[in-house]
């Protein structure tokens, strides 16, 4: 069974503060990884799509990376409009869908 | 481009009664899903549909019917409402079925079953 976990659950950062956040996968012949952001009362909106470990994507102030057991999003001098759930999700071969991790909370304060 | 739209935004029912929730595309695609949200969990599908004609279950299709209306529309009912489908809903689409395929999603229907 496909597995994804992201950790850590919530994340409180003081704006200009740079961190990771995790994304653990076990999944059979990994076909795509993805992250979204989400806003509160929004649907998910596509940041980054990672298909082989050692790729990386770069949007504004996020960076998304992928080994073959994890993927991280860097966040680089956040700012409070950063403050969203960021979701991961990824799919394999095996079982043909996508699996969604339950989502970090980012919290950016001024 | 509008994207993906759903309506109703928000509704409440009594159990026992039934309700469909629709979903458009404007984007051409030729797969759209179903999706629930709830606290504490990742997104679950419920069915999705990888081509106009063609709808299959996914992980918690129980108590739920979909109809591919056409390439743009994918409706999802609920045939008799339960407390336990309390949710928000999602739809979403991709330019093709498959896991390396990213989806885009609309902005949700909140459902509270009484």
């Known amino acids: 069974e496909d597995q994804v976990t992201q950790s850590p659950e919530a994340l409180r950062l003081q704006e200009g503060e740079s961190s990771s956040l995790n994304c653990s996968y076990t999944?059979?012949?990994?076909?795509?990884l993805f992250w979204y952001r989400q806003d509160p009362g929004k649907g998910p909106e596509f940041l980054f799509t990672?298909?082989?470990a050692g790729e990386e994507k770069e949007k504004e102030r996020l960076k998304a990376t992928l080994t073959k057991k994890e993927s991280f999003l860097h966040i680089t001098a956040p700012k409070p409009e950063d403050s969203a759930t960021y979701l991961c999700?990824?799919?394999?071969?095996?079982?043909?869908?996508?699996?969604f991790g339950q989502g970090t909370i980012l919290t950016v304060h001024p | 481009n509008a994207g993906v739209t759903q309506t109703p935004k928000f509704q409440v029912l009594k159990t026992g009664q039934s309700m469909t929730l629709q979903c458009a595309q404007d984007?051409?695609?030729?797969?759209m899903y179903w999706y629930r949200q709830d606290p504490g969990m990742g997104l679950r599908l419920i069915y999705y549909?990888?081509?106009?004609?063609?709808?299959d279950k996914g992980e918690v299709p129980n108590g739920y019917n979909v109809s591919r209306l056409n390439k743009r529309e994918f409706s999802l009912r609920l045939e008799s409402a339960a407390p336990s489908q309390t949710s928000v809903y999602f739809c979403?689409?991709?330019?093709?079925?498959?896991?390396?395929?990213?989806?885009?999603f609309g902005p949700g229907t909140r459902l509270t079953v009484l």
């Open positions: 979403a689409s991709s330019e093709l079925a498959g896991v390396d395929n990213e989806q885009f």
């Open positions: 999700t990824a799919g394999g071969t095996s079982y043909g869908k996508l699996t």
């Open positions: 549909s990888a081509s106009e004609g063609t709808t």
């Open positions: 990672l298909y082989s």
């Open positions: 984007m051409n695609h030729n797969s």
């Open positions: 999944v059979s012949g990994l076909r795509g």
